[in-house]
């Protein structure tokens, strides 16, 4: 009775596709799986296997080996779209590690004594620019809008304009 090819295993990791393989593959394979089998059997060179032998054995062969290579295509694209996704996840690591580094220098200079000092000398500046505009004739919201237009020029508001 000749071999019945194996069935094909079922389970998330095999894939639900084949890849044909090409014939002078299907050849050379379907050889070494014949001489096995007559090893296996006990079968000589000299008698020739049945048609239906040969038969199963070269659909057992394309099965086995379309699923082969379907699996190989599987693990390949895995491995691309474990590399592609991870990257992105990298990428996202990164980027929130530099922001973490970052946060901790803004309140570290936040906590400076010395950065106090320069806020403070800045405030005394620009009240002393506002006494100034007020003092040569502008009113008191025309020297603020100064100093504000003033502000947001070099870039320090950080908000939009009201």
Partial sequence: MPPRPP??????SVPRFTVPVSPAMLKDIQGKVENE?????????????????KKAIAEAVKAASEQQTAAQ???IAAKHAAQTLGRGVQ???????????????????????????????NARML????????????????AFKLIEAEVYAKGGGRGSRP
Avoid: C, H, W
């Fill in 7 to 12: 069935k094909p295993p079922v389970g998330p």
């Fill in 91 to 121: 990428i996202n690591e990164a980027l929130k590690s530099k922001l973490e580094v970052g946060l901790e220098g803004i309140k570290a200079v936040g906590a400076s004594n010395e950065y106090q000092n320069i806020l403070k000398e």
């Fill in 73 to 75: 295509v599987s693990r």
């Fill in 37 to 53: 089998f007559r090893k296996t059997m006990g079968i000589g060179d000299a008698v020739p296997l049945s048609d239906d032998a």
């Fill in 127 to 142: 009240k002393a620019k506002y006494d100034a505009l007020v003092a040569v004739g502008f009113t008191a919201e025309q």
